[in-house]
């Protein structure tokens, strides 16, 4: 979409060195652009595609103008004259405008047309002519056009031979009637002379402006087979060598323009080409580069297996080790568990020995209360005998006898009280002996107690080591089997990098494949720029 601003007198000077294309069709709808003209007028080509041919008319241009060129090219004739487009910013952009009528099947189809530089003095002529028509004081013409009222070839043939033909029935009449008066010979000759004379200026003239006009077509001719397309050839002739100019004319437009597009096509390509180059040498830096770090995961990957499969083989062995461990646990349960049940065993022996010394201690107890009551019998036994003999002594010789048995008794009764000393001085060794066994059963039994509970605690303990190397052995059973994939895994990763790699290598042959093709693109661009270059568009 075109914005339309205010106009100003500011002045865009023409791209210079290039070629402008506008194509519109008949509706004067551009459909065209080339990017010399979005240059000359600041517009983009997009705004301008789909656009009137009017909303870029500077509104200085006189109506008449317009109306010369639409009506000129509607009759299939070519236009040729100054124009003065707005630009962008509202400013002029001048150009001299060449525009044919693009025809297809024999019939118009829309116009095309090439502007190119205009030198100062013209465009300030046309101002100057603008001016005056706004002024009223002129009329509109187009420039290198002069509609001249010429006598075409084939009118100059029949004058040719319509005084052929006069002169030839001349003849017959004077045939006929034998002779003619001398005033009609006379007129006759005149005639003759006359027609002749006509006849040899209309030769003259013809044979002159063909021998002109086939110059001129002969040099445009040389100068396009040399290349410069940049001679104007003369138009506006409505004879035959003036429609053969113009279809010339038409000729070198469309040589123009496909010169100017095969040229924006071959820059676009060398551009596009140059950037190709550029993403096909990054795909070879990056190609070489993912080939380098396919090698190296692929090295890493063969490492990576060989130390999982290390690990599979160690956690196999730790798994083996872990079982063995397993099984000396169970082993040193079951002889801790003998133990503890030995341990027990003992502990109730040394109870029932605990229990047994202190049976012991009550009957050595009892011996001890016994004897001390011997002995308290054998005291009052000594007392009596004394008192026996004491009564003996007193009855004298009657009591001798009874003195005996007194002292024998004191005597036995004396041995029994050594005998019951001795024996309270043996159970008292007992006493403290078994006292003291006592006291060390009752520690051992605790001693034996605590090795139980610890035997116990031990057995416990055991327990858990035992579950726990059974987990360790199906970690470690486990850790196996997953290295044991993972060192599979590995492999194919290895096989799998290497076909990877050898994709690569085939990107890599595939890549510079391309970039041999973009050279040769290079090269046929160079040769397609060489040989556009033979031809001028561009005075």
């Known amino acids: ?102 025809r297809q099947n024999g019939r118009n189809v829309g116009f095309m047309s090439l502007r190119s530089e205009v030198p100062r003095e ?16 002129a009329r509109y013409k187009s420039l290198d056009m002069p509609v001249r009222k010429t006598i075409s070839s084939a009118a100059m043939l029949w004058m040719l031979g319509g005084l052929g033909c006069g002169m030839a029935l001349m003849m017959v009449l004077a045939g006929l009637f034998g002779g003619l008066p001398r005033a009609w010979a006379a007129a006759m000759s005149l005639t003759g002379a006359a027609g002749l004379a006509a006849s040899l200026v209309l030769v003259g003239r013809l ?66 080409n140059a950037t190709l180059r550029a993403e096909v040498q990054a795909l070879q830096e990056s190609a070489q580069a993912q080939r380098d770090h396919i090698l190296s995961v692929s090295a890493a990957s063969e490492q990576n297996s060989a130390a999982v499969a290390e690990v599979a083989g160690g956690a196999k062995s730790s798994a083996q080790a872990a079982n063995d461990a397993l099984s000396l646990v169970a082993e040193g349960r079951t002889h801790l568990n003998q133990t503890v049940g030995a341990a027990r065993r003992t502990v109730e022996a040394v109870e029932g020995a605990n229990r047994a010394m202190r049976a012991l201690g009550e009957s050595i107890q009892s011996v001890a209360t016994i004897s001390a009551e011997i002995r308290e019998i054998s005291d009052q036994t000594n007392l009596l005998a004394l008192n026996a003999a004491i009564e003996a002594a007193r009855a004298g010789e009657v009591g001798r006898g009874f003195a005996v048995v007194a002292d024998e008794v004191r005597k036995l009764a004396e041995r029994t009280a050594h005998c019951t000393g001795n024996i309270a001085s043996m159970v008292g060794d007992i006493r403290r002996v078994s006292d003291s066994v006592a006291g060390d059963m009752d520690k051992a039994a605790a001693l034996v107690g605590e090795a139980s509970g610890s035997a ?84």
């Open 456 to 539: 116990g605690d031990s057995l416990d303990i055991m327990g858990r080591i035992e579950q726990g190397s059974g987990r360790v052995a199906g970690l470690a059973g486990h850790i196996a089997d997953a290295s044991a994939e993972h060192s599979t895994a590995s492999e194919q990763i290895a096989q799998d990098m290497e076909m990877i790699s050898g994709l690569v290598e085939r990107s890599v042959a595939g890549i510079n494949a391309v970039d041999r093709a973009a050279d040769g693109v290079q090269s046929n661009v160079g040769n397609l720029k060489q040989l556009v270059g033979f031809f001028r568009v561009v005075a």
């Open 1 to 102: 979409m075109i914005e339309n601003k205010a106009a100003t007198a500011r002045e865009h000077p023409f791209p210079r060195g290039k070629l402008v294309v506008l194509k519109y069709d008949m509706d004067f709808k551009i459909t065209y652009a080339n990017e010399a003209c979005a240059e000359m007028v600041g517009f983009s080509r997009e705004s301008l595609i789909g656009s009137s041919i009017k909303e870029i008319a500077h509104p200085d241009v006189p109506p008449e103008l317009l109306a010369d060129v639409r009506g000129t090219t509607s009759t299939g004739r070519p236009w040729l004259g100054l124009s003065k487009l707005k630009h962008q910013d509202g400013g002029v952009a001048w150009s001299a405008a060449l525009t044919i009528p693009v």
């Open 207 to 272: 044979w002159r402006r063909t021998i002109t006009e086939s110059s001129m077509m002969l040099k445009a001719f040389e100068r396009i087979a040399e290349g410069d397309l940049t001679s104007m050839l003369p138009v506006g002739r409505s004879d035959e060598m003036g429609r053969l100019m113009e279809s010339l004319m038409y000729m070198q437009g469309r040589l123009k323009v496909m010169l100017d597009e095969i040229r924006l096509s071959a820059s676009l390509t060398d551009k596009e």
């Open 122 to 137: 013209r465009v300030q002529a046309e101002e100057a002519l603008y001016e005056a028509m706004r002024r009223k004081k």
